[in-house]
């Protein structure tokens, strides 16, 4: 069974977004509180819109599909931010 384009976009779109948030955390765009909230908040709305689209009058309609894939994008950020945390490094003085 093949996978789907969309599958195999959405794949490659949440491992850069998952990659980029520590790669900006290890050239110290932001602390670590700010990398938590971002991590909590998208965890939180990705909940959120998991169970919208889930919902009996959303599922298997184009706007249940959007919500799907903002739902992984938003849970794609969250990995991301929690990994940033580890690669966090303070931004240089000047």
Known sequence: MAASP???????VCVVVAAAVPFAASRGHLHT???????L?????????????????IRGRHSGEVLSIVFFLLMAV?????????FHRDPPQE
Not at 43 to 52: D, K, S, Y
Not at 78 to 86: D, M, Q, R, Y
Request: overall charge positive.
């Open 6 to 12: 969309l599958v195999l976009v959405l794949v490659a």
């Open 33 to 39: 509180p700010g990398y938590v909230g971002i991590a």
């Open 41 to 57: 908040a998208s965890f939180v709305v990705a909940f959120i819109l998991g169970r919208i689209s889930g919902a009996q009058g």
């Open 78 to 86: 969250a990995l991301g931010s929690v990994l940033a945390i580890f």
